[in-house]
Structures are given as C-alpha cells and as structure tokens.
C-alpha cells in the first residue's frame, strides 16, 4: 500500500495517508467524453483550482496551528457522549467504592499499595511474586486491542481512549464558552478584548479545574481515597501528594488542551502499528467514492440526473472535514490517522439527510466491501473468519489460564537454604547432621500457624528455639526464619521434602533440598 501526501482537499493541514487503488486520483479525474482541446481547457482550470486551494490550506494551516472541530448531532456523536459519561463516572467513583478484606486490610475496592506491594481490585489481590500475572493481563489486553482492530480498526481510540474522552470533554467546555467552530476560527484571528479576555480566561480556568480533578482522581488509586479528601481540604496533604497531583493535572492539561490530535498521530504508537496490522476486511470509517465520485453542486447533480446521466452524492461542503478531531478527508481514502470515531458519518448523514439521499455515502464499512461496490457486486460481511477467530480463542485461552493461576495460587510460601559451610557434620557416634534456614512467608491477611515436618528420609528434625513442636505463628503479611536441623544415623545422600501445614486451613507448603554426608 503506497503513502500519499494529499495537499489539495486536507481542510487544515496535509497528513500522510495510506492511497489504496488511487481513490484521489480517480475521484479528480476529468470526465472521460470531453472533447481534447475542452478537456485541456478544463484541466487547465482545474489545476488553477487546486493550486489556489492549496495555497489557501497553507496559509490557513499556517495561520492556525491546531485543528478545530465543529460540533455535529447524530447517533454516534450520542454513543460517544454515552460512553464519556460512562468512563469518566467509573473513573471517579471507583476510588471510593469499599470492598471488605478482613481485618489488618485495606477495605478500598481498587488500590495500588505501594507500600506494601500489593494491588487491589474487588476480590483480586496481586503480591510482587505474581509479576507474572501481571504481564499475563498486559498480553491479554494486547490480543483484546487487535482483536477489536481486526473487527472495527481503531475503533478503542475513537470512543474509549482516554486521549479521547478528555478532548472530547474539553472541547465541549471550549464550545460552551467560546462558541462553535465559525466562531472559534474567529477569535483565534480577531483582536483581543475585554470580553475576549474574559472567554479565554474562563476556558482555562474550567481546564485547570477539570485537570486538578482528574490528578487528584488518579492519585486517589494509590492511597486511601477518603483520607486524602479529608486532608486536601484541611490543608494537611503531604508534598509528595501535592506534587504527584500537580504533575497529573499538568499532564491532562497539556495533552486534552493543547496537544489533542498530535497525541493521536505522533505520540502514540498505535497508529504506527496500523500498516502491520490493517485489515480490509475490517469495518473501518471508509467513503464510498464509487457512490460519492464525481463531486458536483446539488443543482448541477439535478440537471445531470434529468438528463439520464451520472451524478455523485457528495456536494464536496467539507463538513465532513470540519467535524473531525484529528482534521483528515476521509474521502482521499484510508488514513493511519483516523480513530474510526464517526463522526463525520453523522455530518455526512445529517447532509444526506437534508438532500434527501440515502445515508452511508461516509461510514463504517470494510476497505474489501468499498472495492465489491465498485464493481457492483453486493458487500460480504465476514466478522468471522480465521484471523479473528484465532484471536478470540487466544484471547479465551489466555483469561482461563490467568483466571486459573489466581484461584490455585497459594496465599503463602516455603522456603528452604542449605548451610554451604560446613555442608554436614560427623557426629561422635558416626551420624550426620545437615542444618537449614527454613523461611515461612504468610501473604494472607490473618495469623497463620505452622506445623513443619519432612517426608522422604529417615533422620530426626530439630527446630532450633522450639524443642516442644509448637505450631509456628506467622503474622499476616509477615515471614519467619527457622534454624533446622536434620539428624541421620544411618547417613546417606537423598532428597529430603520439608512440609509446612496450615493448623487453620489444612494449606499444604513443600520445598525440596538434599541431605548430604560429607
């Protein structure tokens, strides 16, 4: 798939898109029964055309450095808005939910303890020693984000990402108080005044506000959400509380203010990863030029159609441009840059609506389908196929197994370290003694008691400080070290098992080790 720069129809500055079957130059192309010196003549004029509009993008472009999207209406602009309350609401609420873990545990229902090296969520508790799970839990989101790529391209980036949700809050902040894009565009060229100071000022007051929530929010996951409330409005949070929010609301600031598209097109690596893993089988935001192709007035397509002849659906009036957050056409075909978040499906319906036209001239469908309709043979919908499959079944097998690994992990560990010097000791009667460090760790929330046998050998096992065989009591989230002692008469060098039960549970630990003789 060749790389195209288009430079005549991007509305505020030229991006690098992916040209497949040369759409753009199809969709520019002169009427084929033109008479030559009239098709001259009208290439001619079209070149001056695209000239004069190119010079016109750059100047704009130059004159304005960001992109600004215009509102639109429609039943995915709705869906957005339903999923940005739904994913700022689990956002801030979720810090102050409480699940109760016993005592000597925290009872908030998800928290990262540092602290103590643990991560909490609902019934799920991650200790340090479960790296591995995890990392699992990374890959599964991994498979899960290509998975929803094979089906719907960036379909996450378009409606869930939180580089998304958090531009889509503050440009709907900018709106309400600076006005649509019309009148945005004018502001940004007009003097400054009063009036106009006030606006800016208000703007980024509510950015501010909203920043300092979302920080404060975040650093609400790491601590106890409730006493950092209380003491952020007495006065009485530490530094390091301060100085993490601060960072965090600067950080939202910055990316949902100002750097917004950029985010979306350099910084994040997703984007990049599209020309691996495009699929034209998946259902992406596509525009069907076989139906759009050639672009005219709505009267020139009137007097076209009374004649018998063809005539495009689409009026060229780069609404569809307009209402794009990362400010890409479309309709010079598939672009790297694009989150697939529709709306300029709902500006181009809203279009078609109005003209009386059949909807879907923009929309989601797969790159495969946009080439069946050039041909004009009927779409194929293949949602299922091995690709996606393959991915589903990994994706299953992957949940299982870490689902698995969390209900038959032990909450607590045995440990077993040899004496290297000496390795053993000829007693004066010819036995052998072998002493070990046997370290008992308890990862759950209450006092665990002990019992330590062997398995495996026939010596006898003497704990150094406990000679009456009471039961060792492990603090919750504690460990104890015990000096061991194994005595043979009859040395030999084998295998030896050590056993720790759990007198409460019935929890079995084991760790192996050698008895040697000499």
Request: with cysteine; proline share 5%; aromatic share 8%.
């Amino acid at each position: 798939m060749p790389l195209a720069v288009p430079g005549d129809r991007q509305a505020v500055s030229a991006m690098t898109v992916i040209d497949i079957d040369h759409s753009r130059t199809r969709a520019k192309a002169a009427p084929q029964e033109a008479a030559p010196q009239e098709a001259s003549l009208q290439r001619t004029d079209a070149d001056k055309a695209l000239r004069k509009r190119a010079d016109a993008n750059r100047v704009a472009a130059h004159r304005i450095s960001r992109v600004v999207p215009q509102s639109v209406s429609g039943r995915l602009r709705r869906i957005k808005w339903a999923i940005l309350l739904l994913t700022l609401s689990v956002y801030y609420i979720t810090p102050f939910l409480r699940w109760d873990r016993g005592p000597n545990a925290p009872d908030q229902a998800v928290l990262l303890d540092f602290a103590n090296g643990r991560l909490y969520a609902f019934f799920i508790e991650i200790w340090p020693q479960d790296l591995y799970i995890v990392t699992g839990l990374l890959i599964l989101a991994s498979v899960i984000l290509i998975l929803a790529n094979a089906l719907a391209g960036r379909i996450w980036c378009g409606f869930a990402c939180p580089q998304t949700v958090w531009t889509d809050l503050f440009l709907l902040v900018e709106r309400m108080i600076e006005g649509d894009r019309r009148q945005r565009l004018k502001n940004i060229e007009a003097p400054l005044s009063v009036a106009r100071v006030m606006q800016i000022g208000a703007k980024h007051t509510a950015w501010i506000l909203i920043s300092l929530f979302t920080g404060g929010t975040l650093i609400f996951y790491f601590t106890d959400a409730p006493s950092l409330v209380r003491a952020l409005a007495s006065g009485e949070a530490s530094v390091t509380a301060l100085t993490w929010i601060a960072v965090f609301a600067g950080t939202t600031y910055g990316l949902a203010g100002f750097a917004r598209e950029q985010v979306c097109t350099f910084m994040c690596p997703w984007p990049r990863l599209q020309g691996a893993i495009w699929d034209p089988e998946a259902f992406t935001v596509n525009y069907r030029d076989y139906r759009g192709e050639q672009r005219m007035s709505v009267k020139k397509a009137a007097d076209l159609r009374a004649r018998g002849e063809a005539a495009g659906d689409c009026v060229d009036c780069g609404l569809c441009v307009n209402v794009c957050p990362i400010g890409i056409d479309i309709r010079e075909g598939p672009n790297f840059a694009c989150i697939n978040c529709g709306l300029c499906v709902d500006a181009c319906d809203s279009v078609m609506a109005k003209l009386d036209r059949p909807r879907g001239l923009i929309d989601f469908e797969s790159w495969d389908n946009i080439e069946h309709g050039r041909r004009g043979e009927p779409p194929v919908t293949r949602l299922v196929r091995p690709k996606t499959v393959a991915l589903t079944a990994v994706a299953v097998g992957l949940a299982a197994a870490l689902a698995l690994l969390l209900a038959t992990r032990a909450t607590g560990a045995l440990a077993v370290l040899h004496d290297r010097d000496p390795l053993a000791i000829t007693l004066s009667d010819g036995s052998v003694r072998n002493a070990y460090t046997v370290k008992l760790l308890n990862k759950g929330q209450m006092t665990r008691h002990f019992t330590l046998a062997i398995q495996g050998i026939d010596a006898v096992m003497s704990i150094v400080g406990n000679d009456n065989g009471t039961p060792i009591a492990v603090e919750p989230d504690g460990s104890e070290s015990l000096r061991v002692t194994l005595t043979m008469a009859k040395p030999q060098e084998t295998s030896v098992v050590f056993i720790a039960r759990d007198e409460n549970g019935g929890t079995m630990l084991s760790a192996s080790d050698r008895f040697v003789v000499r």
